[in-house]
């Protein structure tokens, strides 16, 4: 039968008036133990029934300052135990003062009051222990695992609510720590705020501690790179909620506590987007992305399905990819005409037969090679997709009488050293050229790597990881820039919505990531205590790397926008008569496939880039993981 008061009889003041009650007994029985068990004398019960009103009021005024009803007898513990041992010394010596006061302690036996004190513990702390074990037996409760909540805000208080109600426990909620210092010493749902975050590591010791959920959903990514340190420190398991624009509905239950993931430590915070103004431009109208089965180019479809085009032209030269994206599509928004066309942008008749036959007002063009060491000996292919699918897609995109075309672009198409970046250089520049020859606005926008795109580095830690390593990094100081997917491609659409003719934006990338960094903390939350088996190879900087990438020439005037994420770029300007001709220039080169005669072309084109004599090497050749206070350093 389960065991359950009524819900008035678990109440604070329902609490107090039982304290009362066995204040009351704690009084007299005292007095009946001080007699040997047998009949009181009539002149001494008078006189403790004289005293015990000033008893009760005296101890009913101590329970209070020691907060005996801040907590929940459901889940009394060894804190309320002290706090209870702490009210009966201060109340019995309270007590005996009022006694002496009042009767001079005539017809009062001190040796009452001893007797008094541990009757009253032993009734107070015994009635609330009895309680618990009572539930405890009745749900389970007992060996789940004990638990800290990191953060004590809305959502870890709808998480601890949530494992309380869990039917049978797997997780035994203990406290929380958080740096608000007016919830210091706080209690939410029973449970103390036993000190800040810092304060984990030895929280976990103090409480006996199994794993730590991390229940702040507004935590930065700097902030929670700071926390996942400290709990790393503890060598116990963690779990995160995600991140406030993750959570469905503000909705947070145990199904969504995870494993932290390296987008937790990278990812921003949530990006502020001008969806009214987005939705009125391109709600209604055909939009084309080029390579739209590519990472960018797929999750630019899935966003921009979002804000209700007429028609969605997906244009991707890869058949899996093509078909991959336009299923999900068609699964996840069934109200969308999406076209697939299976079409290579290099091709210069395909690209203009499909913008001719659907006509977009918007263009998308995400097409492109971006292996940086692959390419650096595929000139021609480079320069096939980069240079002249760009030129073809602007062309094929002005002449069907498109009102924008947005080329993606990267932070490697400034002073690049690879060939990639000269190709994507140059593909800005053409955008560049063709502004005002028709009535098309040509935007560009720039930005670094996003996390989790084919052929990047996290998936390939990944692979390597799950193989038992080692992990391979360039070198020990490279850095570059990261951005989420979601973030990246929402940002581009707010800029393409934005932008004028001409407009190259930047995207806020924030502070550059140590890909060292970012290869141990994979290795740590992955492997959590046998991060130790997998080692860090420095094999050296491949043909074509930087150590640390850029994203704004010298020249470039860097101004603000709405978006504290969009940046505009102005630089120098294009002469579109000359870079259009050196583009044509580049074709005779291309059709011979002559790739020294194409690179000394498209240094000529772009007189920024060098490629580097040699690779700079790494040292020493191996590194252990080392610990992430040295990897910040």
């Known amino acids: 039968m389960r065991f359950v008061l009524p819900r008035h009889l678990r109440s604070p003041t329902a609490a107090f008036i039982h304290d009362l009650l066995v204040t009351l007994i704690a009084w007299l029985a005292a007095y009946w133990l001080r007699f040997n068990l047998e009949t009181v004398p009539a002149p001494f019960l008078r006189t403790a029934l004289e005293m015990l009103p000033a008893v ?80 405890d037996q009745r749900f389970g409760y007992v060996g789940g695992q004990r638990v800290l909540i990191a953060g004590c805000g809305q959502a870890a208080e709808q998480l601890v609510r949530e494992l309380l109600a869990q039917r049978p426990r797997e997780f035994l909620p203990v406290a929380y720590a958080d740096d608000n210092p007016g919830k210091r010493g706080r209690e939410i749902h029973g449970l103390r705020v036993a000190g800040a975050l810092q304060d984990i590591p030895a929280l976990v010791t103090a409480l006996q501690i199994d794993i730590i959920l991390i229940a702040i959903p507004s935590l930065s990514s700097a902030e929670m790179r700071h926390l996942v340190s400290i709990c790393e420190s503890t060598r116990i398991p963690f779990r995160t909620l995600p991140r406030v624009q993750d959570i469905v509905a503000g909705q947070v239950t145990t199904q969504t506590l ?139 995109a002005a002449m069907a009488g498109a009102e924008k075309f947005v080329l993606i672009s990267t932070d490697k198409a400034v002073n690049p050293t690879s060939v990639m970046g000269a190709t994507k250089r140059i593909a800005e520049q053409i955008c560049q050229a063709m502004n005002g020859q028709s009535r098309t606005a040509f935007v560009t926008v720039r930005f670094g790597n996003v996390l989790d795109s084919a052929g990047s580095v996290v998936p390939l830690f990944r692979q390597q990881i799950a193989a038992g390593g080692p992990v391979t990094v360039t070198h020990p100081e490279v850095t570059r820039f990261f951005m989420t997917i979601t973030e990246a491609t929402q940002l581009i659409i707010e800029a393409a919505t934005s932008g004028f003719n001409g407009d190259t934006f930047v995207l806020d990338m924030g502070d550059p990531i140590p890909i060292q960094y970012l290869a141990e903390q994979m290795i740590r939350l992955t492997l959590a205590d046998r ?23 010298a020249t470039e005037a860097r101004i603000k926008t709405d978006n504290s994420k969009l940046m505009l770029s102005r630089g120098r300007k294009v002469d579109s008569v000359s870079l259009l001709a050196a583009v044509n220039e580049l074709k005779p080169a291309l059709d011979m496939r002559d790739e020294d005669r194409l690179l000394r072309q498209l240094k000529r084109m772009v007189p920024e880039f060098v490629q580097p004599a040699a690779a700079i090497p790494a040292a020493p050749p191996l590194a252990p993981v080392v610990s992430l206070e040295n990897a910040r350093k």
């Open 531 to 553: 991060a130790d088996e997998v080692r860090v190879v420095h094999v050296g900087l491949r043909p074509g790397e930087k150590l640390h990438e850029e994203l704004f020439y």
């Open 258 to 396: 995870r494993p932290v993931s390296i987008e937790d430590l990278l990812g921003r915070e949530p990006v502020e987007l001008s969806w009214h103004r987005m939705r009125e431009q391109l709600a209604g109208k055909v939009v084309a992305v080029t390579g739209g089965g590519g990472s960018i180019g797929s999750e630019l479809c899935r966003q921009l399905a979002g804000v209700g085009p007429r028609r969605l032209v997906v244009v991707d030269n890869s058949e899996f990819n093509l078909y991959r994206v336009t299923m999900e599509l068609a699964r996840s928004h069934p109200q969308l005409e999406c076209v697939a066309m299976l079409t290579d942008v290099s091709d210069a008749s395909a690209i203009d037969n499909a913008m001719q036959m659907h006509r977009p007002h918007f263009v998308f063009h995400a097409a492109a090679f971006k292996h940086v060491p692959l390419l650096e000996h595929q000139v021609c292919s480079a320069v096939g997709n980069n240079v002249f699918g760009t030129l073809n897609t602007a062309r094929a």
């Open 56 to 135: 009760i009021v005296v101890q009913g005024c101590v329970y209070w300052m020691f907060g005996l009803y801040r907590g929940v007898w459901r889940f009394a513990s060894m804190p309320d135990l002290i706090r209870i041992a702490k009210a009966v010394a201060v109340g019995t010596a309270s007590c005996a003062l009022a006694v002496f006061l009042l009767t001079r302690m005539e017809l009062v036996p001190r040796s009452v009051f001893p007797l008094y004190a541990m009757l009253l513990f032993v009734l107070l702390g015994g009635d609330r222990f009895i309680y618990r074990t009572l539930k």
